[in-house]
């Protein structure tokens, strides 16, 4: 037999036939032996269990161990000279789990008049129990939890790190104007008589002496039941009320009490709370506690891991706290935080590990519960505290990105998979489940923890689970659910298969792309050869979310491999293949010739052919395209053929927006929304597009709040994208708000990240020089015109890029080159009347009047604003007049006080001048005299300035008409025109007076 304690005495085999001299646990050699052995059992009167000698920071200690209802619980035994058998006994009655007041039954004072010590332990708890623990010195606030904690009680369950205890000291230290006391339990707590002890001792830091009349009966007596301590404790409580005290308490780490009769008397309390006190029990699991009568009476507040988790600005504001040295850009920010799911511990971790980091863009891509730092928290703290069948069963199911009882079942091949889910899910084993309660899912970082311990201790088994997953999932008619385990286990034919039988069903039905692209992405390019409808599949969505080059590659390495064969060697589908991809090649060299349609029969298959070749083989943004555009998505919804809804419906939309046509664009982006939730009930993946664009109109509103909250909507609904497209939307639309917001630097930064992604993953929709350009335009608002000339340098690879040419106008302008600006935005505004690549023209107008007006040709100024302000009046469309500060106000005044425009346009020109800081009378906008002077040169047009240049320099009528090509007669009637508006009677008064209007 292994050493063994039983009746006070130790038995120690030393060979297989003999055993050595029993040790009385009252002598010396007991301890001798303590310090030089590792384990024993112990069998006693009040149970029995395994003990260790383990090391806890250089120091040795003993622990007991014992296996009860399938979970190992675990005692603090001491230090090998405080193991003695009155220790062995009641940690074996803590650990059996049963209620030892009647082995505990003691007088409380010996016969000899001395006091008794107490039955439960000679020890006092440490002081540290009663004290929070500190807060950290950059402490997030989250008032929006804090305030919800305000009922008699709360109950607040959610895994380890998720702030629970920093929330609730943040709380405390707020409410100064009540006392809180602080319970830290521990497992020693798990025992009726040492919990109602620790609590009263608790309360008694904030009120001193409650509870003590009380708590000598905890300490040695056993004729208290737990219905008297309550009542008592209650009693003692309410009598605090004459001095108007009232009391908060905060029970952390309850998780630590599972004995029945604690429970219990904590259930008889919550029915007898007293008035004036506020009771908060926190931990890691929920207490078998019911709860149904104060949650009728609104008298309990129930805050879990969903309402724990960082929101997205608190976990940015955690990063910019904690990140050492440079600054992550806010979507490197956003994905971590997304990425860890608003856990508080798993960002302290990727924050530790990230400052360690040289490449930082690459720990970003990688990072994942794998890495060093969780995968020893998730070991240490919740996997190794498990039994060996929990263990089994969080490994095995890990290839499971959803879980419920049958498929679990069918996983591991028992039969408590329902029973097993909800025990873990009750225990908050970073474990979420659905509103049906059917279905439950692992929290992301631990999903992926458990992946790597399964690869690492059962790497054998996985192909099997798999198997087993995908099968139940083909029983269940869910095929798509089914291929993901077949590609994991490489089944390439069986998942081809089954995913061409899915194509239609996920994109007409689901309206999703992404998923499937993902699929088809995964395969080997043999595959293709044998599979006409995935090739048909992938070329169509690939176009649409890939970079060309790719597709083009692909491609010509799948024509090689089919044309290598001998005719006579091909299957009929190799050459259904061969002839499919002859016919891409053959649009591809159409260009923007018209071209037919591929030869498919099913309409379905036709309309995303039709949206293909209208997407991808046109001139983007002409009327036809247009035209046929939003026939193609009025098709799709006569159809119901939802992805093509999505995309075409986004197109339009988008279009609508460049053309500054902000109401049509909304109209169709809320068709399209409305009709994806009419058809899932939620927004399928490429509705994100759609929701940019959204964002993209309230941006041009000004309305910041709604832009920035359907970007986060837009990152919410495709949180892992195929292709790089949305990534850098939501970073392109993310820096114009930023600097909108006056954050240029940051609107940088966030450009970079996309530049750096740019270079990973090409985009299909955006180009370098495009996100320079934009950078660029960022640098000119900073005033860092030398970064912007060295940005502008890079994206003026493309003759005549758009966007650069608007930025450097821009640039010019706001250097005080005028008439530079001047030529280049007159030529813009001629060549993109109805926007340009990304984005609208409106801008470029109004940047052409400021260069007007800084030239003093106000009348050419005034026409250009004018025109300006009637297309964005109906849209409001007011962000670009509010770009550019200041600026624009002489000029907006000119036009109140001279032109004759609709009330729309009127009002929005107020509201400009409101947002602009102006809140005054027209009259007190510029000083009288100075608008006097505006009104007047106003009324001299850009033909009557030429002249008046030209008098100024000498010339006469005759030779001002050859100059000009007019007759002198027209000159001499440009001369009486501008002599009754400048109020003069000559030549030299009017150059005299034009040069006081600075019109020459």
Wanted: charged residues 20%; hydrophobic residues 40%; glycine residues 4%.
């Amino acid at each position: 037999m292994k050493p063994i304690v039983k009746e006070g005495i130790l038995w120690v085999e030393e060979q297989e036939t003999a055993v050595s001299q029993p040790i009385p646990l009252d002598s010396p050699q007991w301890n001798n032996w303590l310090v030089h052995h590792k384990r024993f059992k112990f069998k006693g009167t009040a149970g029995h269990f395994s003990a260790r000698r383990e090391k806890r920071q250089g120091s040795d200690y003993w622990y007991a161990y014992r296996r009860r209802n399938g979970k190992l619980h675990k005692a603090y035994l001491g230090k090998s000279e405080e193991v003695t058998l009155a220790r062995l006994e009641e940690a074996a009655a803590n650990l059996a789990g049963e209620t030892v007041l009647t082995k505990l039954a003691l007088p409380p004072e010996m016969p000899n008049g001395r006091s008794r010590k107490t039955g439960l332990n000679g020890t006092f708890p440490a002081l540290t129990k009663f004290r929070p623990p500190i807060l950290p010195l950059n402490l997030i606030t989250r008032p929006r939890l804090s305030q919800k904690i305000n009922a008699p009680v709360t109950f607040i369950c959610a895994p380890g790190g998720f702030g629970k205890s920093t929330l609730l000291n943040a709380w405390q230290q707020e409410r100064g104007d009540m006392p809180v006391a602080w319970v830290a339990l521990d497992a020693d707590d798990n025992h009726l008589l040492r919990f109602w002890s620790t609590v009263i001792m608790a309360l008694q830091t904030v009120v001193p002496g409650l509870g003590k009349n009380l708590l000598p009966y905890l300490q040695v007596s056993s004729s208290v039941t737990p219905a008297e301590i309550v009542t008592r404790l209650t009693n003692e409580i309410i009598h605090t009320k004459k001095e108007s005290i009232c009391i908060g308490l905060v029970l952390d780490d309850y998780h630590h009490i599972q004995h029945s009769d604690i429970n219990n008397s904590i259930q008889a309390w919550l029915e007898q709370l007293p008035p004036n006190l506020q009771l908060i029990i926190s931990g890691r699991t929920r207490p078998p506690i019911a709860l149904g009568c104060l949650r009728a009476r609104g008298l309990v507040t129930e805050l879990e891991m969903d309402d724990l988790r960082f929101t997205l600005e608190e976990g940015i504001d955690f990063l910019q706290q904690h990140i050492a040295e440079q600054p992550l850009a806010y979507g490197d920010m956003e994905t971590l935080v997304k990425r860890t799911g608003g856990w508080a511990a798993g960002l302290m971790l990727a924050v530790l590990a990230l400052n360690k980091q040289q490449d930082r863009q690459h720990f970003l891509d990688s990072f994942n519960g794998a890495h060093i730092f969780l995968r020893e928290y998730f070991l240490e703290s919740v996997l190794h505290q498990q039994p060996a069948s929990v263990q089994n069963f969080l490994l095995k199911t890990s290839i499971l990105k959803q879980l419920t009882g049958g498929l679990c079942d069918a996983v591991t091949e028992q039969t408590d998979g329902t029973h097993m889910l909800d025990r873990l899910w009750q225990e908050n084993l970073f474990m979420v489940r659905s509103e049906e309660q059917t279905w439950y899912y692992y929290h992301d970082l631990f999903a992926e923890m458990l992946s790597d311990q399964l690869q690492t201790r059962f790497p054998d088994q996985i192909p099997v689970l798999h198997r087993r997953a995908a099968a139940w999932y083909r029983k269940q008619n869910a095929s798509a659910d089914a291929v993901r385990h077949l590609l994991a286990i490489e089944d390439w034919e069986e998942a081809a298969s089954l995913i061409e039988d899915e194509v239609l069903h996920e994109l007409v039905e689901y309206g999703e792309d992404s998923r499937l692209l993902r699929w088809i992405q995964q395969l080997p390019e043999s595959v293709f050869q044998h599979h006409k409808t995935l090739l048909f599949v992938y070329l169509r969505l690939a176009k649409l979310a890939l970079h060309p080059t790719e597709v083009e590659q692909f491609l010509w390495r799948l024509k090689a491999k089919l044309t290598s064969k001998p005719d006579e060697a091909m299957t009929q589908d190799e050459k259904e293949v061969l002839a499919e991809v002859r016919t891409i090649q053959k649009r591809k060299l159409a260009g923007d010739t018209a071209v037919s349609q591929a030869d498919v029969s099913d309409s379905r298959w036709q309309l995303l052919d039709a949206l293909w070749i209208v997407e991808t083989y046109r001139m983007p943004k002409t009327d036809e395209v247009g035209t046929r555009l939003q026939e193609v998505y009025e098709q799709a919804r006569e159809q119901g053929n939802l992805f093509v809804v999505l995309i075409a419906g986004a197109d339009c939309a988008n279009r609508a927006f460049l053309r500054g046509q902000l109401r049509q664009g909304e109209k169709f982006v809320y068709q399209v929304l409305q009709d994806a939730l009419a058809r899932r009930g939620k927004l399928p993946e490429p509705a994100s597009i759609a929701l940019i664009t959204l964002s993209q109109i309230y941006l041009a509103r000004n309305e910041l709040d709604q832009a920035s909250q359907l970007l986060q909507q837009a990152t919410a609904v495709d949180p892992n994208p195929t292709s790089s497209n949305m990534p850098v939307n939501i970073a392109m639309t993310r820096a114009k708000l930023q600097s909108t917001q006056g954050n240029h630097e940051a609107a940088r930064s966030t450009i970079q990240a996309a530049r750096a992604l740019q270079a990973q993953r090409p985009s299909s929709v955006w180009r370098d020089q495009d996100l320079a350009a934009y950078e660029a335009g960022f640098c000119v608002r900073q005033g860092n015109y030398a970064e912007a000339k060295r940005l502008l340098n890079e994206a003026d690879i493309e003759e005549n890029h758009a966007l650069s040419q608007l930025v450097r106008a821009e640039m010019f302008l706001y250097q005080g080159q005028a008439p530079t600006a001047e030529a280049i935005l007159a030529d813009f505004v001629a060549q993109y009347p109805d926007g340009f690549p990304n984005e609208p023209s409106l801008e470029s107008r109004v940047l052409l009047a400021l260069a007007l007006f800084d030239q003093h040709k106000i009348y050419q100024a005034r026409q250009v604003l004018v025109e300006a302000i009637r297309l964005a009046a109906p849209e409001r469309f007011i962000r670009p007049f509010l770009n550019h500060n200041t600026r624009l106000i002489p000029l907006l005044a000119l036009l109140l006080h001279t032109e004759t425009m609709t009330t729309e346009c009127q009002g929005f020109i107020h509201e400009i001048l409101q947002l602009l800081g102006h809140t005054d009378k027209v009259a007190n906008l510029l000083p009288e005299e100075k608008l006097k002077s505006l009104t007047t040169a106003a009324s001299i047009t850009g033909r009557e300035q030429e002249v008046l240049q030209l008098v100024s320099d000498g010339l006469s009528n005759r030779e001002i008409g050859m100059q000009l090509y007019i007759a002198p007669g027209t000159v001499k009637t440009h001369l009486a025109n501008i002599y009754e508006k400048l109020d003069v009677h000559c030549r030299i008064q009017a150059v005299a007076e034009a040069q006081t209007l600075k019109l020459i």
